[in-house]
């Protein structure tokens, strides 16, 4: 009976000899690359923490004892140790999270998983244990790429405040957040990484002042209490106790005794504790650790034993953004682009294989990387910022304050825009053209298909007096959708064929083909439709207030929050222009997203075009003084 079935619980670890706890990481290994392989999901960073989550289940007393993950795409070992083994809907409606959910297990405590924010939470627990006078522990696990950002340092100085606050901080050091770490901490981790160890070296010195007769022990205790200058000499841990922080490692992060020797010690003194882990990204599974771009940080449905996937889809929104970017950085030599630690998640790789000098990454630091961007375009650049649209929600203080009020020319691409679904409330990305929209100056395309982002992508960098953003979607990018006609600087995708149509149908971004297909339903029922793409979101067009005088009805669809999104903004410019014209947005609503696939959930939301063919029928019925319950019926065998 393999071991993994018998574990219910941490505590179901305390009956395993070492034997058996190798025995079961070897296991949990096996599981792990089996059914990742089924469902997709983050599979080289939990193949290198199999040994260390072992370890901190039988050091600790969880969720007595608080177990905290940054980020938490970490934590498949820990949803086996604490009783979550059917992995068969990972991501999936109805199944597990890819994160720590508070939903599934009191084991999760936390579940955003926005990066470098561990040590914060951690921070404030570990605060209120004190005024509580509890002795519960509390751990945070930060790897080394989420060091790289800066609410992690901002934590770390206040966690070393308290010198008798008990917590223990694991750094699970793999060089690597999506791609290898970059900045002087990643060199100064490496140092430590290389460099024997001052606890090794004081073993062994007092292993040998203890056979010198007289004056060994004394000689040892003069060396031990020069321990600070001895430790910057032997390896470069001073940047942590520096700060107050007693340091432990580097620790090999696959030796079981190792780690829980290390982590009992850390749990027994009384103040914050650093424990500095070395694992290996991809551990034990040879595709993975081939994989030199990103050691299979996230997979999607892949053949186990080769690790190819299943299929291929065809090109997604982020190729055809890359692909662009370097025909860009061929023409213009003062483009340059700005990563946080995703190199190859938005699409930049082949531009920084093509121009290395001109391509920055600033790790897990978006507000860094927001004022490093305005001050590259105060230095006569243009910088293009790509960035996972819910990623630059962190950084909104600096697009504000740096980028717009000093009229800087930068460009931020927003990847994974809209609802992108498995990876749950945190990862969608549909907050972006609310918060944008109150920044005075800035300017903000939503293209349709790729023969937009490449257009509207050059149309950005060609601003140098303020920002401007481009938004698209995650995945496959459809067939193009062409225009049939141009409003002021908006495309008109289908005309309504009569001089006084009923509905203005203003489509956002990728939706386009959805707006299409509503359109179609409306006409089945007699309604004359205008649909329109705005192609630029924000400023709200000078035409659209005088298009929409022409019709009785306006409706906007967008794959942003309806609140303070682009309908709001159109109707604004409406009241403001003094056309009196009942509007209706269409969007996402003001609450957290349960992870599905975008399809389920845009259905679940009511983001359908049946759902939304079916209200303005209804809508366009009230005017005429008909309105019918059937009208929903009517739109339905429609569809059928």
Known sequence: MPLLTRIRGPRDLDRLSLEELNQLAEEIRSFLVEAVSKTGGHLGPNLGVVELTIALHRVFDSPRDKVLWDTGHQSYVHKLLTGRQDFSKLKMKGGLSGYPSQAESEHDVIENSHASTVLGWADGIAKANQI???????????????????????????????????????????????????????????????????????????????????????????????????????????????????????????DLEALESALAKAKRFGGPVIVHCLTEKGRGYQPALQDEADRFHAVGKIHPDTGLPIKSSGADWTSVFGDEMVELGKEREDIVAITAAMLQPVGLEKFAKRFPDRVYDVGIAEQHGAVSAAGLATGGVHPVFAVYATFLNRAFDQVLMDVALHKCGVTFVLDRAGVTGTDGASHNGMWDMSILQVVPGLRLAAPRDADQVRAQLREAVAVDDAPTVVRFSKGAVGPAVPAVGRVGGMDVLREPGTDRPDVLLVSVGALAPMCLEIAGLLDKQGISTTVVDPRWVKPVDEAMAPLAERHRVVVTVEDNSRVGGVGSAIAQALRDAGVDVPLRDFGIPPRFLDHATRAEILAEIGLTAPDIARQVTGLVAKLDGRYEGGAVESVESVRD
Do not use: C
């Open 132 to 254: 509580m006078d509890r002795d519960d522990h509390v751990v945070a696990v930060i790897g080394d790429g989420a060091l790289t950002g800066g609410m992690a340092w901002e934590a770390l100085n206040n966690i070393a405040d308290a010198k008798d606050r008990p917590l223990v901080i694991v750094v699970n050091d793999n060089e690597r957040s999506y791609a290898p770490t970059i900045g002087g901490l990643a060199n100064h981790l490496a140092t430590l990484r290389t460099t024997d160890g001052y606890e090794r070296f004081l073993a062994r010195t007092k292993e040998v002042l203890e056979r010198t007769p007289v004056v060994g022990q004394a000689l040892y205790d003069t060396l031990h209490g020069a321990k600070k200058g001895l430790k910057d000499f032997i390896a470069p841990q001073g940047m942590f106790e520096d700060l107050g922080l007693k340091y432990v490692g580097p620790i090999d992060g696959h």
